[in-house]
């Protein structure tokens, strides 16, 4: 039986409730591509500089390819008792290719990994993500445009500051939005 990392301590079984709550693989698949790419790449680290074998590190990289053309296929058994997409894959690469699946987590925490995942993914819709920006920039513009002249007053501490153009104000957003588009690019 797989055991989880976190369950140490408790001697029962976690109440399905608990499981439910704090399961996130209905949200995470998503994660599925980053997450075994990632893992590839460790796994690949971990042989090339010989924390685990050659053949132990090739064995987890074909286990895990095994496993993202089953999930694309739309075979793979996710479970909410394994919570998230990290252990739904390490589950299964561990019932595929035994214990040596069990290596891949080798100088790896899970934070890292989670980071590494949601990174990835964001650079793979980065475009689209850079794209609805460009649009709610271009709709600031407008709106300032058919604004040229309405006056908007500010506030401090809930209390009326100087005035501004509204025009000005939505142009400040445009600004805003043009920094997080540079950053992301």
Do not use: C
Not at 154 to 166: C, E, F, G, K, S
């Amino acid at each position: 039986m797989f055991k989880k990392p976190w369950g140490g301590r408790f001697k029962k079984k976690t109440h399905k409730t608990a499981e439910k709550f704090s399961a996130s693989i209905e949200t995470d698949k998503r994660l599925y591509l980053e997450d075994i790419e990632g893992s590839i790449a460790h796994a690949k680290m971990l042989g090339e500089t010989e924390i685990i074998s050659k053949k132990e590190s090739e064995k987890i990289v074909k286990g895990l390819e095994r496993i993202r053309r089953e999930i694309e296929a739309g075979a793979f058994p996710f479970s909410q008792g394994f919570e998230d997409i990290h252990l739904n894959i390490e589950k299964r690469l561990i019932e595929k290719i035994g214990d040596v699946g069990g290596k891949l987590h080798t100088a790896r925490s899970r934070n890292d990994q989670v980071v590494l995942d949601e990174r990835l993914y964001l650079r793979r819709h980065i475009e689209k993500i850079l794209s609805l920006l460009k649009a709610l920039s271009l709709e600031f513009v407008n709106l300032a445009e058919k604004n040229r002249d309405a006056v908007l007053p500010l506030y401090t501490h809930l209390q009326r500051a100087q005035p501004v153009l509204l025009s000005h104000h939505l142009l400040a957003y445009f600004e805003m939005l043009k920094r997080d588009r540079d950053r992301y690019m």
